[in-house]
């Protein structure tokens, strides 16, 4: 079974930066994607960024320039590099692990971001 770990969330000011990661357990199969969405009580679960097996990367067009996956990124495991926060960036962060042969998707449980003064 393939498990999804988040970690590294917290609170932060306004023009800060964070960097949660994900850490990904069991028989990971090629090709995927890996993806950080984000979510607040009411609202639509979004799309922050992403990378595939590949090495191809993407990101929502709200946190292009201020989130970054890092290259670095190795070990089933998928960080995000969050700078110039925003309160608006305030969410509960989650993993999403997509098997794409097969469709198997995977959840982790959520970090939580919160961007205050």
């Known amino acids: 079974q393939v498990q999804l770990v988040e970690s590294g969330g917290g609170l932060v000011q306004p023009g800060g930066s964070l960097r949660p990661s994900c850490a990904a357990s069991g028989t990971i199969f090629i090709p995927y994607v890996m993806e950080w969405y984000r979510q607040v009580p009411g609202k639509q679960r979004e799309l922050v960024a992403g990378?595939?097996?590949?090495?191809?990367?993407k990101h929502a067009d709200s946190v292009k320039g201020r989130f970054t996956i890092p290259r670095d990124s190795t070990n089933n495991t998928m960080s995000l590099q969050m700078n110039s926060l925003k309160p608006d960036d305030t969410a509960v962060y989650y993993c999403?692990?997509?098997?794409?042969?097969?469709?198997?998707?995977?959840w982790g449980q959520g970090t939580q971001v919160t961007v205050s003064s």
């Open positions: 990378i595939s097996s590949g090495g191809n990367t």
């Open positions: 999403n692990l997509n098997i794409i042969r097969g469709g198997r998707d995977y």
